[in-house]
């Protein structure tokens, strides 16, 4: 995600601004008096709203950034004005109506080289922004209170929006005995063709369907993805990899599309409970990989038109969706380039 995060935090701290720079985020964002210490100033792109609301970047003359409010529909001919007098950097505060105004001015912007910076009130509201229309506003502003905070937005920036998927055949379907598997509970309404991608090593990655379909015996939970055994690796927002075990509520997991759309969802609640197991290969090309889930009707894996097959009608020759990485070798869940085999 290529997008600019500037940082307002709402006091003076020092470790947030130095953990902001240890990620590599220097833009920040602040109204007169300017809280971040002067020692840090230098490493920083500091953004200077006066009293009188002109935003200025700091030691930069050459830049003058345009910030316009907008709390009615005329107001969006304010942003217009300012592109006609030559403003390359446009900050739009919409105190009340968020998405729609930012929706038209992307619209009318997006063949331009003007950058437009919008506000966030809180988290969540950051990754509405960054996708506005899909194409999302240039950068946003966003308000910071720990460093917790950081990371949640470092994240984000971070995070995939798009996967490579491809469609590979199955070759051998063979029960698997007893053992633990991980049922994942998302904050999310997941949609049909959505999960996790999970797999028994980092070489082939299989799109685990979500549980929004149901069966005769229970009722749909499409927040739920009932994910594998303990032992897989689940691909995370930045690409690495958890084991399934270690996942926990308020963790945030990749959700992914048979369309290879992906977004990011927190976790709400980890189900980990003995039950059958069944083993699933499957081989795209010369690469073969494989994964434990369990064996019921309600887990299903993603069939090469975006629909769910349960693991228990799923035979060889059938055709599935998965992820196969380019690169391969994982150490402490982060890629790698290196020579490794996993079987």
Not at 148 to 155: H, P, Q, T
Not at 248 to 257: A, D, P, T
């Amino acid at each position: 995600m290529n997008k600019q995060i500037i940082i307002s935090p709402s006091y003076p701290d020092r470790r947030i601004i130095e953990h902001a720079l240890s990620l590599g985020i220097k833009d920040v964002y602040c109204k007169i008096p300017c809280s971040i210490p002067e020692d840090l100033q230098d490493y920083l792109n500091v953004y200077l709203e006066r009293e009188n609301g002109v935003v200025e970047v700091l030691g930069e003359r050459k830049l003058k950034p345009v910030k316009v409010k907008i709390e009615e529909a005329g107001d969006i001919e304010k942003v217009l004005e300012a592109v006609s007098t030559g403003a390359k950097i446009i900050f739009v505060d919409t105190p009340s109506w968020k998405i729609i105004p930012l929706e038209n001015l992307v619209a009318q912007l997006q063949d331009s080289d003007v950058k437009l910076y919008a506000y966030s009130s809180n988290l969540n509201e950051t990754e509405t922004l960054l996708g506005v229309l899909e194409k999302g506003v240039d950068g946003v502003v966003v308000k910071v209170d720990s460093v917790d905070d950081l990371d949640i937005i470092y994240e984000i920036i971070k995070s995939i929006n798009m996967i490579g998927l491809e469609y590979a055949e199955i070759i051998e379907v063979k029960n698997a005995g007893m053992g633990e598997r991980v049922c994942v509970d998302t904050v999310t309404i997941l949609n049909t063709g959505e999960g996790l991608l999970v797999g028994n090593t980092a070489q082939f990655f299989f799109l685990i369907h979500n549980e929004s379909i149901g069966s005769a015996f229970t009722s749909p939970r499409p927040f739920r993805v009932n994910a594998g055994a303990v032992h897989c690796y689940v691909m995370m927002p930045d690409a690495s990899t958890r084991y399934l075990s270690e996942l926990s509520s308020g963790m945030r997991v990749l959700i992914v599309s048979s369309s290879g759309k992906a977004r990011i969802s927190s976790i709400g609640r980890v189900k980990i409970e003995r039950r059958p197991l069944k083993l699933v290969k499957a081989r795209v090309k010369d690469i073969e990989g494989s994964v434990i889930l369990q064996d019921a009707e309600t887990i299903s894996l993603v069939r090469s038109d975006g629909s769910p097959i349960p693991i228990t009608e799923i035979k060889p020759g059938d055709e599935i969706t998965v992820h196969v990485p380019e690169l391969k070798a994982r150490h402490f869940g982060k890629i790698v380039d290196e020579f490794i085999i996993e079987r």
